[in-house]
C-alpha cells in the first residue's frame, strides 16, 4: 500500500503563487510516475501534470504549461507543483497520485491517491 499526502494549497489572488507538495510514504517502491490532478465543483476530475520516477519524462495539460512546473526529490519520497501566474479558472482540489508506470494522463491508471487540498484563486 502507498498513502499520499498533499499539502500547500491556499486562498490567493489571481496572479500569485503557491507550490503544492505531496509526501509519499509505504511501498512506495512500487510506483514509478506520479502526477497532479484537480477537480472543481461539478466537473469531472482534470490531468494536471505527470513526472516518472526518474524524472525524465514530464507532461503537462495544455492549460498549465509555462505557469507550472512539476517536479520530485525521490530521497525525500516528495512531489511538488509550483503555481505560477494563477487564474480563477484553476481553483479546484488538487490531489496527487501515484502509478505502477509512467506516461499516462488518465486518471483511471493511477493506483494511489491522497485526500486532496484547497486551492482557491479569486479575481
Known amino acids: 500500500q502507498v498513502q499520499l499526502v498533499e499539502s500547500g494549497g491556499g486562498s490567493v489572488e489571481a496572479g500569485d503563487s503557491l507550490r503544492l507538495s505531496c509526501v509519499a510514504s509505504g511501498r512506495t517502491s512500487s510506483t514509478d510516475a506520479m502526477g497532479w490532478f484537480r477537480q472543481a465543483p461539478g466537473k469531472g476530475r482534470e490531468f494536471v501534470a505527470t513526472i516518472s520516477r526518474s524524472g525524465g519524462r514530464i507532461d503537462y495539460a495544455d492549460s498549465v504549461k509555462g505557469r507550472f512546473t512539476i517536479s520530485r526529490d525521490n530521497a525525500k519520497n516528495t512531489m511538488y507543483l509550483q503555481m505560477n501566474m494563477l487564474k480563477p479558472e484553476d481553483t479546484a482540489v488538487y490531489y496527487c497520485?501515484?502509478?505502477?508506470?509512467?506516461?499516462?494522463?488518465?486518471?483511471?491508471?493511477?493506483?494511489?491517491w491522497g485526500q486532496g487540498t484547497q486551492v482557491t484563486v479569486s479575481s
Open positions: 497520485a501515484a502509478a505502477r508506470s509512467s506516461g499516462f494522463r488518465s486518471a483511471s491508471f493511477y493506483a494511489y
